[in-house]
C-alpha cells in the first residue's frame, strides 16, 4: 500500500502529528494532499499556541496577524489553549472573532504582564455563553471577573484561576481579588481552583460558604493561610471527591492552635484525591513548621476509605522539624483499600530506609518521591536525611505492581540508583512501566544514552 | 479533576484483565490466514470489542474466527498487529494529571514502538495503518502516524514525494501559488 491510498480519515490523522507549519508547506506535496491537509485544517476542534507560532524565535510576543491567519483556518475549533505567550486581550479579541464555537479554554500568559483584564472577560463571556472549561492559571483574576463569568456563563463546569504561577515571586493575586464574588459561582461548576491571595482566607471561605457552590463543586483547589478554615471546608463540603489544598508552611507555622482542624479531613466521606502541599516560597528562608499537621492527617486517614490518590508534596522549601512518616503509611495500608497513588516529599517528612520500605509494601502502581529543592549542605546544621539510591532501589523493589515511578528532585541519587531501577525493571513482566526523574543532576542526564534501557520500560528525563 | 472523573474510574481491574487475556480467540485476515489472540489484547480494537459484546465471549471463544474483511489486514499486518496488541494491552493508565508534561512527553514513540513500526517494507508499513485504524485501534494508527511524521519532519515537498513515491500531479504555477499562499509563515516579523 502506498500512503496515498490510506483512506482519507487515515491520512488525516497521520497528517495531524506534523508540525503546525510543515503541514502547511506539506500542502504543495500534491493534490490529495492539500486536499486533505485543508480538510482537516477546517475540522479541527482544538489548536494550542505556543510561542513557537510566533514566528519570532520563540519570544512571548503575540504576532496579532499571524495569530489571526492561523485561526481563519480552523473555524470549527471547540477548543483553544494558550500557553507562555503575551499579551492575552488582544488574542481574546481575535479569538472571538475568528472562532464562534469554543466551549474550552486555556489561557496561560506571562507572568510579569498584567495577564487579563475585565474588558477581555466580558468578550469571552459575550462571545461564548456556552463556555464549559475556563483555565486561567497565572491570570491576576479580580472580583468582577470572578462575578462576570460565575453569572453570565451558566454551562460553566470548570473555573481555575491564580493557580499557577511558576514558582515565581509575585505569585499571588492581587489587591482586585478578596474572595467575595466567590458566592456566585453556580451549580453547574464540579471544578473550581482558587488560587493564592494574601490575608483573604476568611472573605474566601465565608462567600464560598454562601454560594452553590459548596453543595455542588467535586473537586476544590485552594491555597490556605490559616488552618482553621480547613475545618469549615470539610464540615460543610462532604460531597468533595478531589480536594487540593496548599499551605503556607511560613504562615501557618504560627498557627499552632488549630493543628487539630485537619483531623475534620476525616468527614470528606467521598474523597477519592487528596493533595496536600506546601506552596511556602520565598518568604520561608527560616525554618518552617508545617507539618505539625502530620498527625491529625495521619488520624484523619481513618475516614477516608475511598481515597485512591494522597500526595503530600513540597514546591520549595525547608523544614525544620519533620515527623516520621510512619504511621501514616500503615493507616493507608489499614483504610485505604483503592489506593493506587502515593507522593511524598522527603523534604517535609523525616523519611527514613524504613519509611521507603513501607511505601514499598503497599504496592502502589504510581509512586512519586520528592527531595528537597534546598541542596544538600545549604543547612549544615540540620541533619536530613536525603533520598539515597538504596532509597528509591529498595521501594522500587518491594514494589512489584509498579507502573510510574517519579523521583523528583533528588540530588543525592546518581547514575548507580538508574542502572540498578533499569535492571530491577528489567525483569517485571510488566509490559510497559515509566520511570520519570525529575530535575535531576546533569552528569545523569548527560549519559541518558549510556543506559541499557528494557523494552517494557519508558525512561524520561523531565 | 472531577470532569475526568470517567478515566479516572478506568477499565475492569488488572487481575480480570490478565485473566481474560489467557482466552484466546481467532482473528482471520483477509488472505484468510487465522491467528489467534488474547481475548484483552484483542478488545484494544474497538471494532472487535464491539463484535464480544454483541455476540458475548463464549460465541467469540468457541465459533467461527472473527473476519477482518477490510483488504488492508493482510497475513502480514495482522500479525505485527497482534504483535502490538499483545505488547500493549496492559499499558499503564493514561496519565492525566499531568497535561502539560504530556505534551513533552508524547513527542518520541517507546523504545519498543520505534523498533516495532521500524519496518523497512513501506507498503507493510501503511497496510499495518490502514488496518489498524479499520479495526479502530487508535494507539497504534498513532504509532504509525509519529512514526511517519518523524520520517518527514524538516524535509522539503520534493524529499517528502521520493520518500514516500508520491507524484507530484501540480503544474509549476499552481505549486508556486501554494507557496505564496504560504508564503507568511515563513516571513519572519
Redesign the interface.
Known amino acids: 500500500?502506498?500512503?496515498?491510498?490510506?483512506?482519507d480519515?487515515?491520512l488525516k490523522?497521520?497528517l495531524?502529528?506534523?508540525?503546525f507549519?510543515?503541514l502547511?508547506?506539506?500542502?504543495?506535496?500534491?493534490?490529495d494532499?492539500?486536499q486533505v491537509i485543508d480538510d482537516y485544517l477546517s475540522h479541527v476542534i482544538h489548536f494550542?499556541y505556543n510561542p513557537s507560532f510566533n514566528?519570532?524565535?520563540g519570544k512571548s510576543d503575540v504576532?496579532l496577524?499571524?495569530f489571526g491567519?492561523y485561526l481563519q483556518l480552523m473555524p470549527k475549533l471547540t477548543s483553544f489553549s494558550v500557553?507562555g505567550v503575551q499579551p492575552l486581550d488582544p488574542m481574546i479579541k481575535i479569538l472571538v472573532a475568528k472562532c464562534a464555537n469554543i466551549t474550552r479554554l486555556y489561557m496561560k500568559g506571562v507572568y510579569e504582564v498584567v495577564s487579563i483584564t475585565v474588558k477581555g472577560i466580558e468578550q469571552l463571556v459575550t462571545a461564548y455563553p456556552a463556555l464549559t472549561?475556563l483555565d486561567v492559571p497565572n491570570c491576576d483574576v479580580n472580583d468582577r471577573m470572578i462575578e462576570i463569568v460565575a453569572t453570565r456563563l451558566t454551562r460553566l463546569?470548570?473555573f481555575n484561576f491564580g493557580t499557577d504561577w511558576e514558582l515565581h515571586n509575585d505569585y499571588r493575586l492581587g489587591a482586585g481579588f478578596t474572595g467575595q464574588t466567590l458566592r456566585y459561582i453556580s451549580a453547574t461548576t464540579?471544578?473550581l481552583m482558587i488560587g493564592e491571595s494574601e490575608g483573604n482566607d476568611q472573605t474566601v471561605i465565608e462567600s464560598l460558604m454562601a454560594g452553590p457552590a459548596r453543595q455542588h463543586v467535586?473537586?476544590l483547589k485552594i491555597h490556605l493561610n490559616e488552618l482553621k478554615h480547613l475545618s469549615t471546608i470539610c464540615d460543610q463540603m462532604p460531597q468533595l471527591?478531589?480536594f487540593y489544598c496548599n499551605f503556607d508552611g511560613g504562615d501557618i507555622s504560627g498557627d499552632v492552635n488549630n493543628i487539630g482542624c485537619v483531623s475534620h479531613v476525616q468527614k470528606l466521606q467521598n474523597l477519592?484525591?487528596l493533595e496536600v502541599s506546601d506552596d511556602g516560597r520565598n518568604h520561608c528562608y527560616s525554618g518552617c513548621y508545617s507539618l505539625y499537621t502530620l498527625r491529625s492527617l495521619t488520624h484523619a486517614i481513618s475516614g477516608l476509605s475511598r481515597l485512591?490518590v494522597l500526595r503530600l508534596l513540597d514546591h520549595d522549601n525547608w523544614h525544620l522539624n519533620k515527623e516520621s512518616i510512619d504511621p501514616l503509611l500503615g493507616q493507608l495500608k489499614r483504610y485505604c483499600p483503592d489506593l493506587t497513588e502515593f507522593g511524598v516529599s522527603a523534604g517535609l517528612f523525616d523519611l527514613k530506609a524504613k519509611s521507603y520500605r513501607l511505601i514499598g509494601e503497599l504496592n502502589l502502581?504510581?509512586v512519586t518521591i520528592q527531595d528537597d529543592r534546598i541542596p544538600n549542605g545549604w543547612y549544615d546544621d540540620i541533619e536530613t536525611h536525603y533520598v539515597s539510591n538504596d532509597d528509591v532501589v529498595d521501594l522500587l523493589k518491594a514494589t512489584t505492581n509498579m507502573?510510574?515511578f517519579r523521583v523528583e528532585n533528588c540530588s543525592e541519587i546518581d547514575k548507580e540508583a538508574v542502572k540498578a531501577c533499569l535492571e530491577v525493571l528489567a525483569t517485571r513482566s510488566?509490559?510497559?512501566?515509566?520511570l520519570i526523574l525529575v530535575n535531576t543532576t546533569d552528569e545523569i542526564e548527560e549519559i541518558r544514552a549510556e543506559f541499557t534501557?528494557p523494552?517494557?520500560?519508558?525512561l524520561?528525563f523531565? | 479533576?472531577?470532569?475526568n472523573?470517567d478515566h479516572?474510574d478506568g477499565d475492569d481491574n488488572e487481575d480480570v484483565r490478565a485473566q481474560q487475556n489467557l482466552i484466546k480467540i481467532k482473528l482471520k485476515s483477509s488472505e484468510g490466514g487465522i491467528y489467534e489472540c488474547g481475548l484483552t489484547a484483542a478488545k484494544m480494537s474497538d471494532l472487535v470489542k464491539n463484535m464480544v459484546e454483541s455476540l458475548g465471549t463464549d460465541a467469540v471463544v468457541t465459533t467461527e474466527p472473527i473476519i477482518l474483511g477490510n483488504e488492508?489486514v493482510t497475513d502480514a499486518a495482522l500479525k505485527k498487529i497482534i504483535e502490538w496488541v499483545e505488547?500493549?494491552?496492559?499499558?499503564?493508565?493514561v496519565?492525566h494529571d499531568f497535561e502539560?508534561?504530556k505534551?513533552?512527553?508524547n513527542e518520541e514513540l517507546?523504545?519498543?514502538d520505534k523498533?516495532f513500526i521500524d519496518v523497512d517494507d513501506?507498503?507493510l508499513l501503511?497496510?499495518v495503518?490502514?488496518a489498524a485504524?479499520y479495526m479502530d485501534i487508535k494507539g497504534l494508527?498513532?504509532v504509525?502516524?509519529?512514526h511517519?511524521?518523524s520520517k518527514?519532519?524538516?524535509k522539503s515537498?520534493q524529499e517528502?514525494?521520493e520518500m514516500?513515491?508520491?507524484?507530484?500531479?501540480?503544474t509549476a504555477e499552481e505549486?508556486d501559488a501554494?507557496?505564496k499562499e504560504?508564503a507568511?509563515?515563513y516571513?519572519?516579523?
Open positions: 500500500m502506498n500512503i496515498n491510498e490510506l483512506n480519515d487515515c490523522i497521520v495531524s502529528f506534523i508540525p507549519g510543515e502547511l508547506a506539506d500542502r504543495r506535496v500534491c493534490k494532499w492539500q494550542a514566528g519570532n524565535d504576532n496577524p499571524r491567519r500557553t472549561h463546569v470548570r464540579k471544578s467535586l473537586a471527591r478531589e477519592e484525591v485512591k502502581p504510581v507502573r510510574r510488566r509490559r510497559r512501566i515509566e534501557v523494552p517494557n520500560v519508558s524520561v523531565m | 479533576m472531577a470532569d472523573a479516572i488492508a505488547f500493549h494491552w496492559d499499558d499503564p493508565p496519565d502539560d508534561e505534551d513533552r512527553r517507546s523504545h519498543w523498533q513501506q507498503a501503511f497496510d495503518i490502514a485504524n494508527v498513532e504509525g502516524a509519529k511517519i511524521c518527514i519532519r524538516g515537498c517528502v514525494r514516500l513515491k508520491i507524484t507530484n500531479d501540480f505549486e501554494i507557496h504560504n507568511w509563515i516571513a519572519k516579523d
